[in-house]
C-alpha cells in the first residue's frame, strides 16, 4: 500500500466536494441540482473508501457501500420521481438569487475555514478535509436558509449531513459501524419522510415551495 | 435487558396495530402494548434505584436518567389510554380513516420506544440514533389530519429539528475526537457517557468545550431553547391532542437530559461548573422571558399551551445552572410539567372533540356544556401556575431563593415573565372555561359523558398533587435526599 498517495488523494476528494457544494449554491433547477449532490457523495464514497483502503479500517467499506447505494443512487432516484409523480415544475424558487448565493457561499468556505483554524488547533494533516466539512455544514445550513424550494431545503439537508459525515471520518477515522449504520438509517428515513411530506403538499397545492407553508406565525 | 424487552413489545405492539382490522382489536392492542411497556420500564427504574434485586444489565443511567425513564412509561400509558377514545370518536365522525388510526396506534410505541433508549443508551451513537428517531416517529403524528397546518407544522418540525441534531452530531463526533486524542489516536470503538466521565482528566478540555456547545446548540433545538424553538407551537398545536401531551409532557425532558449530561461531562472535564452555568442561566432566562410575548394575546388554546412548555423548560434549563440543589429543582419542575400539561392538552382532546375549533373566539362556555372537563382542566390549569400544593411551587420557590442569590436582575426578569404568563392564562381560559356565549357554542354536542380522558385527567393530577405533598411530608425529604446523594 502506498501511503504517500493517501494525504493527496484525500485533499482532491473533499476539494472536490467542497467545489460541488459552492455549484450546488448556483442551481435553478432540481435534477442538475441532484446530479451534484449524487456527484458530491460519490466523492465522499470514495474517500471513505480510501480510508479503507489505505489504513486497513476496513468496515469503513460498508460504509462506502451504504453511501453509493443510499446517496449517489437511491435518494436522487426517489427524489426525481416524487417529484414527476407530482408533476409540478422542477425549477427551484429562492429567497436569494444564485449569483448571490454563490458568493455567500465563497465567504462561508472562508469562514467555515477560519471557524476550523481558530476552534480546533490539533488538527495536523487532517486541517483541510476539516475545513472541507465544517464549510459544507455551513453550506448546507446556508442553502437550508435561502431556498424556499422543499427540494432545495431537503438537498440542503443532505449538504449539511455530508459535511458532518465527512468530519466523522477526518477526526476518529469514522464512527463505530453501528453507529454509521443507524446514523445513516435515520437520514434516509428522514429524507424518505421529507420527500412524502413533499408529495403531500403537492397533492394540497400544486406547487412546491414554502410560501404555501406560511400560515402558522404569531 | 429491559431495553430489548421494551424494543419488542414495541415491535410487536406496532405490528399488530398495523395487521389488525377493527378498531376495536388495535386500540386493544395498543393498550396492551402500553400496560407492558410501562410495567417493564417502571421494573427497569427500581432496579435502579436497588429497589429490585434482578439485574439490569445494559441499561446504564443516572439519577435524572431514571426519573425520566418513569415519567415515559407513565405519561405514555395516560397518552395511549386518553387516545383510544379519541381516535374513536374522529374515526366515527370520518375526520380520519381506519388506515391512519392503524398507522397512529403503529407510531407511538415506536416513538415512545425511541425515548427509551435515547434515556437509557450510555453509547452516544446510540443516543444519537434514538433522539434522531424520536422525530421520525413523530413526524407523521404531526402531519396527522393532512390539511395545510398540520403539513406546514410538519415539515419545520422535521427539517428544524433534523438540522439542529444533525449540529448535535457535531458535538457527538467531537467527544469521540476527544477520546480519540486522549488515547493517542488509537482506533475509539465506543464513547459512553460514563467513559467520558471516568476519563475526564485525560480529555483535551478545548475539544470537549466545543462538543459541549455544539451539543447545547443541537439538542437544545429539541428542548426548546429560544432561538431555536420555532418548530413547537406548530407541531405541538397541530398533533392529535394526546400526541401532544407526550411531546410536550416527556420528549422535550428527554433532550434536556442530554444536554444535562454533557453538562455533567464538562464540568468534570474543566473541573468547575461555572463555564457550563453560564449557558444554561443565559437561555433559560431567554427562553422564559419570551414565550410571554406570544402567550398573552394568544388566539389558540393549544399553542398557548405549547408556549408554556417552552416557558417550564426555560425554567428548567435556568435551574440547572444553580448547582446541585438547581438540578433537584430542575427535576422537581420537569416531574410536575410532564403531569400537568399532559393532563391539559388530554383535555384539549375534548374541548377540540365537541367544539371543532382550537381558536379561543370559538370555544366559550366551557364548564357549562362539559363540566366535569372543566373542572379538572381548571384544577390542572391552577396547579400549573405553580399554587401549593403543586409540585412547581417548590420547584419554583426553590429555584428563585438560589437564583435571586446569585443573579438578582436575571431573576427578577425571569419572575416577572412568570407572573405574565399567569395572567396570560387567565386572561386566556377563564373567559374560554367560564363565560357563554352563543356564536362560540359546541358544534357536536352530546351530554358529556365520563371517559378515559377524564380517568387520566384524574391519575395524572393525582400524581402531581401527591408528588407535591410528599415533598411536604416524610417520604419526599427522603427522596430528594437520595436524589441529591446521587448527584
Redesign the interface.
Known amino acids: 500500500m502506498n501511503s504517500q498517495l493517501y494525504r493527496p488523494i484525500l485533499d482532491v476528494l473533499s476539494g472536490l466536494m467542497l467545489v460541488s457544494g459552492v455549484l450546488m449554491l448556483g442551481r435553478v433547477r432540481v435534477r442538475s441540482l441532484l446530479r451534484l449532490f449524487a456527484a458530491q457523495s460519490f466523492a465522499l464514497m470514495l474517500i471513505a473508501a480510501a480510508g479503507a483502503y489505505f489504513e486497513g479500517?476496513w468496515h469503513l467499506l460498508i460504509t462506502a457501500a451504504l453511501v453509493f447505494a443510499i446517496k449517489v443512487v437511491f435518494l436522487p432516484i426517489f427524489m426525481v420521481t416524487v417529484m414527476a409523480r407530482g408533476r409540478v415544475g422542477e425549477r427551484l424558487s429562492f429567497t436569494m438569487r444564485p449569483p448571490l448565493s454563490m458568493f455567500t457561499a465563497l465567504v462561508m468556505v472562508v469562514l467555515g475555514f477560519y471557524l476550523t483554524t481558530s476552534?480546533?488547533?490539533?488538527l495536523g494533516d487532517n486541517f483541510f478535509i476539516a475545513a472541507v466539512s465544517i464549510s459544507l455544514?455551513l453550506l448546507g445550513?446556508l442553502m437550508?436558509m435561502t431556498r424556499k424550494g422543499?427540494y432545495g431545503?431537503i438537498v440542503g439537508?443532505l449538504i449539511?449531513?455530508n459535511g458532518?459525515f465527512t468530519?466523522?471520518l477526518a477526526?476518529?477515522?469514522g464512527?463505530?459501524l453501528?453507529?454509521e449504520v443507524?446514523?445513516f438509517?435515520?437520514v434516509t428515513?428522514?429524507a424518505i419522510?421529507?420527500a412524502l411530506?413533499t408529495y403531500?403538499?403537492h397533492g394540497?397545492?400544486r406547487r412546491a415551495d414554502?410560501e404555501?407553508?406560511?400560515?402558522?406565525i404569531? | 435487558m429491559y431495553i430489548i424487552l421494551l424494543a419488542f413489545a414495541a415491535a410487536i405492539t406496532a405490528l399488530a396495530c398495523i395487521l389488525l382490522r377493527s378498531y376495536r382489536a388495535v386500540s386493544m392492542a395498543a393498550m396492551a402494548g402500553a400496560v407492558v411497556t410501562f410495567v417493564l420500564a417502571l421494573a427497569a427504574v427500581a432496579a435502579w434505584f436497588g429497589y429490585f434485586p434482578v439485574g439490569y444489565a445494559g441499561l446504564k443511567f443516572d439519577g435524572f436518567g431514571a426519573v425520566i425513564l418513569a415519567l415515559i412509561a407513565t405519561v405514555q400509558l395516560f397518552a395511549v389510554a386518553a387516545g383510544i377514545p379519541y381516535i374513536k370518536d374522529e374515526l366515527e365522525e370520518g375526520t380520519i380513516t381506519l388506515m391512519q388510526a392503524r398507522l397512529y396506534g403503529a407510531l407511538i410505541p415506536l416513538f415512545v420506544i425511541s425515548m427509551a433508549i435515547a434515556v437509557s443508551a450510555n453509547?452516544l451513537?446510540?443516543m444519537?440514533?434514538a433522539i434522531?428517531?424520536t422525530?421520525?416517529a413523530t413526524?407523521?403524528l404531526v402531519?396527522f389530519y393532512?390539511?395545510?397546518?398540520s403539513?406546514?407544522?410538519?415539515?419545520?418540525y422535521?427539517?428544524v429539528c433534523?438540522?439542529g441534531i444533525?449540529?448535535g452530531?457535531?458535538g457527538v463526533?467531537?467527544f469521540?475526537?476527544a477520546v480519540?486524542?486522549a488515547g493517542n489516536g488509537a482506533?475509539?470503538?465506543?464513547v459512553t457517557w460514563s467513559g467520558l466521565l471516568a476519563a475526564a482528566k485525560t480529555l483535551?478540555p478545548?475539544?470537549v468545550k466545543?462538543a459541549f456547545v455544539f451539543i447545547f446548540i443541537g439538542f437544545g433545538t429539541k428542548v426548546g431553547i429560544v432561538p431555536m424553538h420555532t418548530w413547537l407551537?406548530?407541531a405541538h398545536?397541530r398533533t392529535p391532542s394526546p400526541v401532544s401531551g407526550m411531546l410536550s409532557g416527556v420528549l422535550l425532558s428527554v433532550a434536556l437530559l442530554i444536554i444535562y449530561r454533557a453538562k455533567v461531562v464538562v464540568d468534570a472535564v474543566l473541573g468547575s461548573p461555572a463555564w457550563s452555568n453560564n449557558f444554561f442561566i443565559f437561555f433559560g432566562a431567554l427562553s422564559v422571558a419570551t414565550p410571554v410575548c406570544?402567550m398573552i394575546k394568544?388566539k389558540n388554546y393549544k399553542?398557548l399551551l405549547a408556549y408554556s412548555s417552552i416557558e417550564h423548560m426555560g425554567l428548567a434549563v435556568f435551574s440547572l445552572g444553580f448547582g446541585p440543589a438547581g438540578v433537584v429543582f430542575a427535576m422537581i419542575e420537569v416531574i410536575g410539567h410532564a403531569f400537568l400539561k399532559s393532563a391539559l392538552f388530554f383535555g384539549t382532546g375534548n374541548i377540540l372533540l365537541a367544539y371543532k375549533s382550537t381558536k379561543f373566539e370559538k370555544v366559550s362556555g366551557v364548564a357549562r356544556h362539559l363540566p366535569r372537563l372543566a373542572v379538572l382542566f381548571t384544577v390542572a390549569l391552577v396547579m400549573l401556575l405553580a399554587v401549593p400544593p403543586s409540585p412547581l411551587f417548590f420547584s419554583e420557590l426553590g429555584v428563585f431563593s438560589l437564583g435571586f442569590a446569585a443573579h438578582p436582575y436575571v431573576s427578577a426578569v425571569v419572575l416577572l415573565a412568570l407572573v405574565l404568563a399567569a395572567g396570560s392564562f387567565f386572561m386566556n381560559f377563564m373567559p374560554m372555561l367560564f363565560v357563554s356565549h352563543e356564536h362560540a357554542a359546541p358544534e357536536h354536542y352530546t351530554k358529556e359523558h365520563w371517559n378515559a380522558v377524564h380517568t387520566v385527567m384524574v391519575a395524572a393530577l393525582v400524581l402531581a398533587v401527591g408528588f407535591g405533598l410528599a415533598l411536604l411530608v416524610g417520604p419526599g425529604q427522603d427522596m430528594i435526599s437520595r436524589i441529591i446523594s446521587i448527584i
Open positions: 479500517r476552534l480546533i488547533p490539533t455544514a445550513l437550508l422543499l431545503q439537508f449539511l449531513e458532518i468530519l466523522g477526526l476518529t477515522g464512527m463505530p453501528i453507529v443507524g446514523v438509517f435515520d428515513i428522514g419522510l421529507m411530506l403531500q403538499v394540497e397545492s414554502t404555501y407553508l406560511e400560515t402558522l404569531d | 453509547s451513537g446510540l444519537w440514533i434522531e428517531a422525530t421520525l413526524t407523521m402531519a393532512t390539511k395545510g397546518g403539513l406546514e407544522a410538519a415539515w419545520k422535521i427539517l433534523s438540522a444533525a449540529i452530531l457535531i463526533m467531537l469521540y475526537y480519540y486524542l482506533d475509539v470503538t465506543s483535551p478545548a475539544v466545543l407551537p406548530d398545536g406570544f394568544q399553542r
